[in-house]
């Protein structure tokens, strides 16, 4: 009877382990994705009397990645790379001044973590990011015009869900925060579509 009951329980954690492994497995291999949404970059331009400013548009792009499992617990780690494009192109000014600020491409290059919950896969990310900034600065009595575009170098972290759909593909939502240097940065909510090979 107790060899019985042993070996019930032996082959149940069996069970468990393959279902998880099972669950895990649909997080994990070489991915591509194209992604888009909500684009809030913030800049300050002190050195024409104005302070923080913040910026509202879309940004959209594509993304490609490789996950991996850690055994039997459900923890999925990864690696990603992104491209992308904003559609910020704005201005402020006042009585003096006038500075129009576009955003260019977006690259990133970050890890992940994440953890197989009730069907989905629910995350955090962090790495390096790329973003270009392109201004123009116009300032009257006397006129005068400035134009500079410069790649600025940060960090960027997030988190977000993936939720496996038909077959390999999958969809995704997630909030990410980036802090650039020259006092920029910039908040992003973003939904997604991708497919794993």
């Known amino acids: 009877m107790q060899m019985n009951s042993l070996r019930s329980g032996v082959l149940a954690l069996a069970a468990v ?3 998880t492994t099972v669950m895990a497995s649909e997080f994990t291999g070489p991915r591509i994705e194209v992604h888009g949404g909500y684009d809030r970059p913030s800049a300050q331009f002190r050195a024409y009397g104005f302070g923080s400013n913040h ?3 879309g940004s959209y792009g594509i993304g490609a990645g490789y996950d991996l499992a850690l055994g039997h617990s459900g923890v999925i780690v990864g690696a990603e790379i992104n491209g992308d494009l904003s559609s910020i192109d704005e201005c402020v000014s006042d009585a003096t001044s006038r500075v129009c600020v576009k955003a260019r ?3 990133s290059a970050l890890v992940r973590l994440g953890k197989h919950v009730g069907g989905a896969l629910a995350y955090i990310k962090a790495g390096y990011a790329n973003a270009r900034f392109a201004s123009t600065a116009t300032i009257s009595g006397p006129p005068q015009s400035f134009s500079s ?3 600025n170098t940060g ?4 988190a977000g869900v993936e939720y496996p759909v038909r077959r390999r593909a999958y969809v995704k939502a997630e909030y990410q925060y980036s802090n650039y240097e020259a006092h920029l940065s910039r908040h992003q909510i973003l939904g997604g579509i991708g497919l794993r090979f």
């Open 155 to 158: 960090a960027r972290v997030g």
């Open 55 to 57: 910026f509202s548009g």
């Open 105 to 107: 491409r977006d690259l």
């Open 149 to 151: 575009a410069h790649n």
């Open 17 to 19: 382990g393959s279902s």
